[in-house]
């Protein structure tokens, strides 16, 4: 079961694909694609289809629409709840969050008018999102200026406890300018501040605190978090064509919050076409955060502070992500309305190292000495793209 | 505070859209004017030269085995070709492409009937102010510029039949 | 917000307006003919989108970080 934040951040990632990779001077390109998508790692094991449809209907309008699933099998510690300990838990759940999107872009000279709904669901958690966003193309269509906002309701619930809804609103904007560099370099930069409002956090997982009167030298009680949450992150992408067929990238993104986490990401890649048909690319993902001011893996007794974490995703890690693609391009002669198609494979090693949160599945250690917890998780999609 | 930030970012956006769009300091290439001399190596093998092409009407497109919307008109030039070759009017593509290699493969690929010229030094492009892709220039019999065409809009073909049935006329 | 980090803002967000429309008679550098590298798979922000978003969920599903992920425009720059 993912947390409140987990939602939030799965749909900004939406609305970010969608908002934030169209051209303001042409309508995307009709396509449609199938990814099968795996997760394996910490204990759990996520995977599901994604489909995306686009399609133009007459010369201004484009539509698109996706429906995503996910399976996930995990394991949870029956002590202290469900993302305390990933390894040691003797109970396995199972769950699935279903998600739908559709949106429309509209063309108008040069200028793109956006705005879409994205729908996800799962037992116990309900969140919608509403976006808009405007992009346009200028100084010989050099530079594109894009500005969007994103709004979100969600519903909180508890298994077990029907009568449990808490609710949870979210409310983002973004600015984004690209700028043709050269004849070979592409800049682009981009803004975003996200609000979030309401009950933020998860209703089953727990803190600890350390207790000498307990048979593990803990005790756990439910976490508090803040009830508003405000960030705001900045980064930059360049490409760059390489003489020759191959292109490298580098980005950079600074994030700051209201709840005390400041965050770099960094990211190097190197896409090469081979032969006719192929491309193969490579990239390094670096990412640092320090913890949340509100955050600790033991705290020295109950309800010592006001609000109190113990949530992995607001701990201070670093990681370090590899990852390879493969892309196969295809032109059927058979059906004369596909344009082309691709075959893609593609494979990431995520892994965190985190410096405060610790694997409590070493049940022998003193609280507060265990080893410290190392994330290692095979991220594999496999996917299929046509273009109509 | 971010109702501030939001009302700057839209009269930022509304500004740029207000503002006069880049033009070159000489906009010499107009409706009225005489069209710019050129002659290129082509498809036929021989130069072609464009005052050679006087008498005709001339519909001069620039293009890119690159660029979508180009690809995309081009069978659309073809029949615009066929169908009025024999009353007076020539179809001139102009590839703009440093390296030609890739637009010969395309053009295997998807032959068209009138010639293709290649100008690998963009001499033609800039003496045209191309400004965006493709571009389509409509030269009456005299050589004078008639119509300017930038980009390319599914149903442009309509306006070039128009444009081409009025020079006709003349 | 602070008084002072309001007013920066401020300007910011004028000197971007007062630039966008002065620089209106700058003639781009980059002509459309030459756009040929722009307009390469290899050379796009986003290749393919529904990746894109996936791979992000996986990463903000597990990071304190979210945001400022988009790239617009590039390309050939055609139409």
């Known amino acids: 079961m993912s947390s409140a934040p987990k939602k939030l951040a799965g749909l900004s990632a939406a609305v970010g694909a969608l908002l934030g990779y169209a051209r303001a001077d042409v309508l995307p390109d009709d396509r449609a694609d199938l990814l099968w998508h795996s997760y394996q790692g910490g204990g759990i094991s996520v995977g599901g289809p994604s489909l995306l449809v686009r399609k133009k209907f007459g010369d201004h309008v484009s539509l698109s629409g996706n429906y995503y699933t996910d399976e996930i099998t995990g394991h949870v510690d029956t002590i202290s709840g469900a993302s305390v300990n990933a390894m040691s838990g003797a109970s396995t759940y199972k769950e699935e969050r279903k998600q739908g999107s559709l949106s429309i872009d509209v063309l108008q000279d040069k200028t793109t008018y956006s705005a879409g709904f994205i729908n996800s669901s799962e037992p116990d958690y309900k969140a919608k999102t509403a976006f808009a966003s405007v992009a346009e193309s200028m100084f010989g269509d050099l530079t594109t200026v894009s500005f969007g906002v994103t709004r979100g309701w969600d519903k909180v619930g508890e298994r077990g406890a029907p009568e449990f809804s808490k609710d949870a609103d979210r409310s983002n904007w973004q600015v984004g300018v690209s700028q043709v560099l050269t004849r070979n370099m592409l800049l682009g930069l981009n803004f975003e501040t996200t609000e979030s409002e309401g009950f933020l956090n998860n209703p089953y997982r727990l803190v600890r605190f350390s207790d000498p009167t307990a048979a593990r030298g803990y005790s756990s009680q439910p976490e508090q978090y803040p009830h508003t949450r405000t960030g705001n992150a900045a980064s930059a992408q360049l490409k760059y064509h390489l003489p020759g067929r191959g292109a490298l990238a580098g980005s950079f993104r600074f994030y700051s919050d209201t709840w005390g986490i400041r965050a770099q990401t960094g990211d190097v890649g190197y896409a090469q076409p081979l032969f006719r048909n192929w491309v193969v690319d490579a990239h390094l993902r670096y990412y640092r955060q320090n913890q949340a001011s509100f955050y600790s893996d033991l705290f020295p007794y109950a309800n010592a502070q006001n609000f109190m974490a113990r949530d992995r995703e607001l701990a201070a890690f670093k990681s370090l992500t590899p990852g390879v693609g493969l892309s196969w391009e295809f032109h059927p002669t058979r059906f004369t309305w596909l344009q082309k198609g691709t075959v893609n494979a593609r494979f990431d090693r995520l892994r965190i190292r985190y410096s405060d949160y610790r694997d409590l599945s070493d049940v022998g250690a003193a609280p507060g000495t265990e080893p410290l917890y190392v994330l290692s998780a095979n991220v594999v999609q496999f996917f299929i793209s046509f273009w109509y | ?170 | ?79």
């Open chain 2, 1 to 170: 505070m971010n109702a501030k930030i939001s009302l700057l970012c839209l009269l930022a956006l509304s500004a740029a859209t207000l503002a006069p769009r880049a033009h070159s300091a000489a906009d010499t290439l107009r409706a009225g004017a005489p069209a710019p001399a050129f002659a290129l190596n082509s498809s036929l093998g021989k130069p072609v030269n464009l005052a050679d092409l006087k008498g005709q009407i001339v519909l001069v497109n620039f293009w890119a085995s690159w660029c979508g919307p180009c690809r995309k008109e081009m069978p659309i030039l073809e029949q615009l070709s066929k169908q009025y070759k024999a009353r007076g009017v020539t179809l001139v593509g102009v590839n703009v492409e440093p390296d030609s290699a890739a637009a010969a493969n395309w053009l295997k690929a998807t032959p068209v009937s009138f010639p293709i010229l290649f100008d690998v030094d963009s001499k033609v492009s800039k003496l045209y102010q191309v400004e965006g892709m493709p571009n389509t220039v409509i030269l009456d019999r005299k050589g004078t510029v008639r119509y300017i065409h930038r980009g390319y809009q599914p149903g442009a073909e309509n306006e070039y039949q128009d444009q081409i049935r009025a020079l006709m006329r003349e």
């Open chain 3, 1 to 79: 917000m602070s008084e002072r980090r309001r007013l920066t803002r401020l300007l910011v967000g004028a000197a971007a307006v007062a630039t966008l429309s002065a620089c209106a008679p700058i003639e781009p550098w980059v002509k459309p003919y030459e756009r040929e590298h722009l307009a390469e798979t290899v050379m796009s922000f986003n290749r393919d989108p529904v990746s894109a978003t996936y791979i992000e969920h996986v990463y903000e599903s597990r990071e304190g970080a979210r945001g400022a992920t988009g790239g617009v425009g590039g390309g050939c720059g055609c139409n």
